[in-house]
């Protein structure tokens, strides 16, 4: 971590590191900060090795934070307001001795002795190196959020290769593993985090507006609200070089949607884990969802279909749960692959795939077709249990304005057996009018 603030402090004094509420932050800004905030800590006789929740969203402070906590080896839990797992229980799984709460304007904090303790021979291991450590917990979308132990020097050495610096927004949380992937690479390479009051589109534009913004990472679900938005003609964004996406299968109607309305912006496929870091990615230049990953300190391999990884950057086990890895440090990410030789094409994960009387339907592929229809704001495909079939496919869809219900599913179905086989056709299509997103932006399917 050392090399990482020497690289703050020679950076150039006017370097732009954070614009914060319309505040510029300079490297430097950060760099003294950051030495404040580890004070104000030892004043507040935090112990080295505390386990702390952080419960905050993007700013220049809540960046030092991080910083001095991981200075004084502490473990770090870092949440949101809204965040995927009740805090009961995530302390229940990962323990605490204080929390620091953030305040709305990301700026000033508190702090609270709050003691859990959490009888866990990994954590007990862990304390023993001295080492800074960062817990994340998984969404739960497919059972109970598992709590993910990471050594934090080991997720900052991936980024000591400097890079060339760009303005981005950190869309992906805090609490998300794409959200801390993110800052540690543009502050890595002296780039510039823009942060925006919320992720609502109005919000996202006006800040890439407003500022300049070249590099949007982001999720599939927000760019196919994007691609039918009016908003985005009404803001100035060609300052973007690069969208990228990941965390969820990209429908194909909404990459070529998004694509023509960006035709001057690269479009790069991401894939990464909570459980063995961010792989290094490149999108075919053909516009398609295949993409190569990889990259130093990373191995793939397919077993039977299903994508498995091995990573120098893995975490240091479950908290809650039995290791995903083999005897030989293989991850099994669940995702289902097709291999066209160093491409993959990520087909959706094991656990979202629906089972028609034994025929293996994924949701992508029809939610890809419905979406390619008229009226269509977003749809979510999912299973619902069938004591004839096992289970039946469904859709949920949010439209862009009123339709009778009974049009909709008639020419929803039509166009669906067009194009699929008959059992991957939702037997119901239901029109909804609230989100179908989580927090973290991604599809509800459960």
């Known amino acids: 971590m050392n090399w990482l603030l020497e690289r703050f402090l020679l950076a150039p004094k006017d370097k732009i590191a954070f614009i914060h509420k319309d505040v510029k932050f300079t490297y430097t800004d950060i760099y003294n900060n950051i030495y404040q905030i580890k004070e104000a800590l030892n004043n507040l006789n935090i112990e080295k090795g505390s386990t702390i929740i952080l419960i905050a969203d993007y700013s220049p402070n809540v960046f030092c934070m991080l910083f001095a906590l991981a200075s004084l080896n502490c473990i770090i839990v870092p949440m949101t307001p809204n965040t995927v797992i009740d805090q009961d229980e995530a302390l229940i799984i990962c323990g605490c001795d ?24 990994l954590l007990k291991d862990f304390y023993s190196t001295n080492t800074p450590g960062l817990i994340l917990f998984s969404s739960g979308s497919t059972g109970k959020p598992k709590g993910m132990l990471h050594n934090f020097n080991s997720i900052i050495n991936k980024f000591k290769l400097i890079r060339n610096p760009i303005i981005s927004i950190p869309f992906l949380m805090l609490d998300h593993f794409g959200g801390i992937n993110t800052i540690l690479a543009i502050t890595s390479s002296l780039g510039t985090i823009v942060t925006s009051e919320n992720r609502s589109l109005k919000k996202i534009c006006e800040a890439i507006s407003a500022h300049k913004v070249e590099l949007l990472p982001t ?99 479950y908290l809650n749960a039995p290791s995903g890895f083999d005897d030989n440090n293989w991850f099994n990410t669940q995702d289902r692959v097709e291999v066209d030789g160093e491409y993959f094409k990520i087909l959706g994960r094991v656990t979202d795939l629906i089972n028609v009387g034994g025929q293996k339907v994924y949701p992508a592929e029809v939610e890809d077709v419905i979406l390619s229809q008229p009226n269509i704001a977003d749809v979510v495909v999912m299973g619902e249990k069938n004591a004839l079939l096992g289970q039946i496919v469904i859709a949920k869809i949010l439209l862009v304005s009123p339709e009778l219900p009974n049009e909709l599913r008639l020419r929803i179905r039509r166009a669906c057996f067009a194009k699929l086989t008959s059992f991957k056709v939702p037997v119901k299509v239901d029109i909804i009018n609230n989100e179908i997103y989580s927090n973290r932006f991604k599809k509800i399917r459960s």
């Open 98 to 121: 204080y929390i620091i709460n953030f305040n709305h304007d990301g700026i000033t904090w508190s702090t609270s002795k709050h003691t859990v303790i959490a009888d866990n021979i």
């Open 219 to 317: 999720t599939p679900s927000f760019l196919t609200l994007l691609s039918f938005s009016d908003i985005p003609s009404k803001y100035d964004l060609t300052s973007l070089k690069r969208i990228t996406y990941g965390t969820e299968t990209m429908p194909q109607t909404t990459l070529k949607r998004i694509q023509d309305y960006f035709p001057n912006v690269e479009f790069q496929q991401t894939y990464g884990l909570s459980e063995v870091g961010v792989l290094s990615s490149k999108s075919k230049p053909d516009g398609s969802l295949w993409v190569k990953i990889g990259g130093k300190g990373f191995e793939t391999q397919v077993r039977d279909g299903i994508l498995w990884i091995r990573s120098n950057y893995r975490m240091v086990g």
